[in-house]
């Protein structure tokens, strides 16, 4: 059973950071393409960051590039997303996920998702 779960979420102050942590489980993440994702109220899904399974390649939203960095940790079979400098617009939910895509900002491509994490950020 693939399991991925998300924590790291919570509130911050504008200007401040937090880092989401994504563990899965029944797979490996060097194996998988891994993305985060994040759908405000209101507003549809979007790609916010996507880390390739070959080459380790990187891509991010325009909104968030130099600002936040995904990685992942292949012993700990768990990827990351720093964030820094939020601000009251990234407030979200994030998700996690992971399968083989054509392109890690492809949401359709994803086969398994996490339930979510609260990212909330007050001006």
């Known amino acids: 059973q693939v399991q991925l779960v998300e924590s790291g979420g919570g509130l911050a102050q504008a200007g401040g950071s937090l880092r989401l942590s994504c563990v899965v489980s029944?797979?490996?993440?060097?194996?998988?393409?891994m993305g985060w994702f994040r759908h405000a109220p209101g507003k549809d899904r979007e790609f916010v960051a996507g880390i390739s399974r070959i080459g380790g390649k990187t891509y991010y939203a325009d909104s968030v590039r130099g600002r936040f960095t995904i990685s992942r940790d292949n012993a700990k079979n768990t990827v990351y997303l720093q964030m820094y400098s939020l601000k009251p617009e990234d407030t979200a939910v994030y998700y996690c996920?992971?399968?083989?895509?054509?392109?890690?900002?492809?949401?359709?491509?994803?086969?398994?998702w996490g339930q979510g994490t609260q990212v909330t950020v007050s001006s």
């Open positions: 996920a992971s399968g083989r895509t054509f392109h890690p900002s492809n949401d359709n491509d994803y086969e398994y």
């Open positions: 029944g797979r490996t993440v060097s194996s998988d393409d």
